[in-house]
């Protein structure tokens, strides 16, 4: 879905994901490599991971978009637990064989579990007016894309019955991503009539009513 964001042309893509069409550069947020492990290593039960398949989302949406860019708005990695040589080596691989430039926009998470990539690392990003940053409450005055938050919309069913899926969460200069990462989750938001809100769902992007708002 294109929207224009304070004259910025964006694309939103339904594998939570925004695209620059005039940088040609992807942005997408809160990976969470080894976040599985990290539930692992601290005795709770949980399926392994999904990091080598959110590694190839990456590749694919930077394959699908011809994007020469990449940016990631913080929580590339979850916690210092969670990143076993196994994740390490496949990182290590899939940054050098990526096709795209790779900037970091350094997160809470990001700096729990700091190591040094093959990658730049920043804490703020400025793009053609655009600022990048990870929490939203960093942002200055201006449009940004933050991520952090997680955003999931609840929707209406029926009386008794609602829908949650992950979002883009428009807030007057502030355009909040959905997180990106498969075993991420995610936070229900309560926005206000004059916000916008942008269910992602696997391959669409729609657009949800505030009447059908929970």
């Known amino acids: ?20 069409p005039r940088s040609r550069t992807l942005v997408l947020s809160d990976v969470h490599l ?8 601290h005795g709770i039960p949980v399926p392994k991971g999904d990091d080598l398949h959110d590694l190839s989302r990456m590749s694919q949406l930077i394959e699908s978009t011809q994007a020469e860019h990449l940016i990631i708005a913080g929580d590339l990695l979850h916690s210092p637990s969670g990143i076993s040589p196994e994740l390490i080596d496949s990182l290590d691989s899939w940054i050098q064989k990526c096709p795209a430039g790779l900037t970091l926009v350094c997160g809470n998470h990001d700096r729990r579990a700091f190591r040094r990539y093959q990658m730049e690392s920043v804490s703020t990003l400025e793009i053609n007016g655009l600022q990048i940053f990870h929490d939203p409450e960093d942002a200055a005055e201006g449009p940004a894309i933050c991520g952090h938050l997680h955003p999931v919309i609840q929707m209406k069913e029926g009386p008794r019955r ?13 355009l909040i991503l959905p997180s990106f990462g498969t075993f ?30 929970k």
Do not use: D
């Open 1 to 20: 879905m294109r929207i224009n964001f304070h004259g910025h042309p964006l694309t939103l893509l339904g594998q939570r994901a925004v695209y620059l």
């Open 184 to 213: 991420t989750g995610g936070h229900p938001i309560r926005p206000t009539p004059e916000q916008r809100v942008f269910a992602a769902n696997n391959q669409r992007v729609v657009e949800i009513p505030k009447e059908c708002w």
């Open 34 to 41: 080894g976040k599985a492990a990290t539930f692992q290593t």
């Open 162 to 174: 609602s829908l949650r899926a992950p979002c883009f969460w428009l807030r007057q200069q502030t």
